[in-house]
């Protein structure tokens, strides 16, 4: 991303900054490399950035929406996607998210346990409508990633257990108000490693087979998201490696004729267009440490204090005259001790006004802002 600084020095801090031209050329490799395969069908994850100007910008380019809560859903069909190209996961749909769901006619609910589906039969024969349903299975498949955001082990409180898979089935089958229309899967997020997929794909190769034993066809199977990016060098990696991705399943599933492939993807289409910019507001000279002080926080990106993120920092004020090496601890001003965005980093000599741009931070960054110390929100501006 080029960053224009006299441009930038204007803008009221902390605020996003969207690249929507890498955001574009995302957009047109994911088109270039799932169009390889005709029946693969991409969604993107609302929750990861639902900013409205992003949302029409992926909407426009002819993605479907992945969403997990009744406003994610009036948020995906205010942006333009289409209502059957929307899919509802979540373990916790309340009444009126299912209601809604259903009345705007979405694809396909991704239902996570018997229970859901009880409440869905009911509130569909209350409407007299059909709903069409997919199971998230949960595949019992590890992933190498951060503890807080594996999601398919057996353990972990998503989806339906693989050995209740067919009797699930086969109770949908016989409501009355239910179409089964497909298996759903997620294990993680920021996955780096295309075995973990493979891993997946093994998986449900497995499970087809069941399927096949009793009799059952899915027209549809959904791989959900999880694909990582570059935080360490997103210079080096602004468009995540999809050719790696859905060559993974294109070779490790083997899928039943006209079965549709669909995936959920969230970080991999947002996280590098975006940048956190923030000001220096004091560098403090500690006896052990130095302290950069900027005025964003985790208010504003909570990853770091949440999952032990790590995002590239740069300075963007920064010239040659400067010191060219200071090793600093970089803080936000909240009164929380994890309010940190990076401990021991190496930056130019840094001063009080200096710009700062938190990188790859276009996903689960303006998403999970809080108002926490009674803080505005962020506000967030498109650049190109
Ligand atoms: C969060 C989520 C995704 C997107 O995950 P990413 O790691 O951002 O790609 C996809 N599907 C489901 C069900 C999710 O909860």
């Known amino acids: ?83 059957r190209e929307i899919a509802f996961a979540g373990v916790g749909k309340a009444d009126w998210e299912i209601t809604l769901a ?16 009880d409440v869905i039969q009911q509130l569909a024969t209350d409407l007299d409508m059909r709903a069409r349903v997919s199971f998230r299975i949960n595949p019992d498949v590890g992933a190498h990633t951060h503890a807080h955001i594996t999601t398919g082990r057996a353990e972990d409180k998503f989806g339906i257990a693989k050995e ?21 899967f997620h294990i993680g997020s920021q996955l780096l490693e295309m075995d973990d997929f493979a891993a997946l794909c093994s998986r449900i190769n ?87 002080i900027v005025d964003a926080g985790m208010t504003e990106l909570i990853r770091p204090a949440l999952y032990g993120a790590l995002h590239q920092i740069n300075n963007l004020s920064a010239d040659a005259s400067r010191e060219p090496a200071v090793t600093y601890d970089i803080v936000g001003p909240i009164c929380e001790s994890s309010d940190v965005f990076a401990r021991d980093y190496v930056l130019p000599q840094t001063c009080r006004g200096d710009l700062l741009a938190i990188r790859s931070a276009g996903a689960y960054g303006e998403t999970m802002a809080s108002t926490y110390n009674c803080r505005p929100l962020p506000t967030a501006h498109l650049i190109q």
Do not use: W
């Open 1 to 83: 991303m080029h960053f224009d600084t006299t441009h930038l020095q204007a803008l009221q801090t902390p605020c996003y900054l969207y690249d929507t031209e890498l955001l574009a050329r995302t957009l047109d490799t994911i088109h270039a490399e799932a169009r390889q395969h005709d029946n693969y069908h991409v969604h993107y994850a609302i929750k990861a950035n639902s900013n409205p100007d992003v949302l029409r910008q992926i909407a426009a380019a002819g993605l479907g929406a992945d969403c997990v809560s009744g406003g994610e859903i009036r948020a995906a069909i205010d942006a333009g996607f289409p209502a």
């Open 102 to 117: 259903l009345r705007v006619g979405i694809g396909m609910f991704n239902v996570e346990s018997i229970e859901e589906l």
């Open 164 to 184: 209740d898979m067919v009797a699930v089935l086969r109770r949908a089958q016989a409501m009355t108000h239910i179409d089964v229309v497909g298996l759903h």
């Open 206 to 292: 497995e499970l087809q087979e069941v399927l096949d034993a009793e009799g059952i066809a899915v027209p549809n199977i959904n791989v959900g998201g999880g694909l990582g990016i570059d935080y360490e060098q997103p210079d080096l990696h602004p468009v995540p490696d999809f050719h790696a991705y859905f060559s993974t399943f294109a070779n490790g599933l083997q899928l039943r004729p006209n079965q549709q492939l669909h995936f959920e993807l969230g970080r991999a289409v947002v996280a590098q267009m975006g940048t956190l910019l923030t000001r220096v507001l004091y560098v403090k000279h500690g006896h052990e440490r130095q302290f950069v």
